[in-house]
T-cell receptor, first 116, second 111 residues
């Protein structure tokens, strides 16, 4: 089976722009979750989707949003980019749909976003 | 608000057993603890998960004492390929935004 695929791998944007990142989960996985990883803050949970519904959300401003499609693929969007949004954005999928913290997550390699 | 604390780094030699502890407060009886391994330029990889006492799989063991104020990842007989960053993740049931990661422990295994 193919793993979790995230596109693009690298992205450079300027302040004020918006960006959309894409995640394709492992085939058959219906739960997708997103994370931000920075050297300063480490790994932080953004949100989780299951069957096209957001069922959990981390402590991030409303500029961060996401959605999930009927084929389980997911996108996350960041509007009005700030310098501090520069980070590695990771997507993970899981098979059971029990909740991202209570089952095995399969992570993609991430999208490295640089905001200039 | 729950918080997790891990050592920033650890050194070991090939063949030794390594124990990495994650301290966490305010976790309930059924809150899950998961450990992930991450190599440079890759996403984290699942190692082990549990919510009570002891769990063992083919690569590691997880120990959770009765007071649940910490958990310990045990890696038996490490090799050079175990050099990586290890993260603990605490999942708090019943609260939004309930996934709390530790800052990671960089394990260096020497020959």
């Amino acid at each position: 089976k193919a793993g979790v695929t995230q596109t693009p791998r690298y992205l450079i944007k300027t302040r004020g722009q918006q960006v959309t990142l894409s995640c394709s989960p492992i085939s058959g996985h219906r739960s997708v979750s997103w994370y931000q990883q920075t050297p300063g803050q480490g790994l932080q949970f953004l949100f989780e989707y299951f069957s096209e519904t957001q069922r959990n959300k981390g402590n991030f401003p409303g500029r961060f949003s996401g959605r999930q499609f009927s084929n389980s693929r997911s996108e996350m969007n960041v509007s009005t980019l700030e310098l501090g949004d520069s980070a590695l954005y990771l997507c993970a999928s899981s098979s059971l749909g029990q909740g991202a913290g209570t089952e095995k997550l399969f992570f993609g390699s991430g999208t490295q976003l640089s905001v200039l | 608000l729950a918080k997790t604390t891990q050592p920033i780094s650890m050194d070991s030699y090939e063949g030794q057993e390594v124990n990495i502890t994650c301290s966490h407060n305010n976790i309930a009886t059924n809150d899950y603890i998961t450990w992930y391994q991450q190599f440079p330029s890759q996403g984290p990889r699942f190692i082990i998960q549990g919510y009570k006492t002891k769990v063992t799989n083919e690569v590691a063991s997880l120990f959770i004492p009765a007071d649940r104020k910490s958990s310990t990842l045990s890696l038996p007989r490490v090799s050079l390929s175990d050099t990586a960053v290890y993260y603990c993740l605490v999942a708090l049931k019943g609260s939004q935004g309930n996934l709390i990661f530790g800052k990671g422990t960089k394990l260096s295994v020497k020959p």
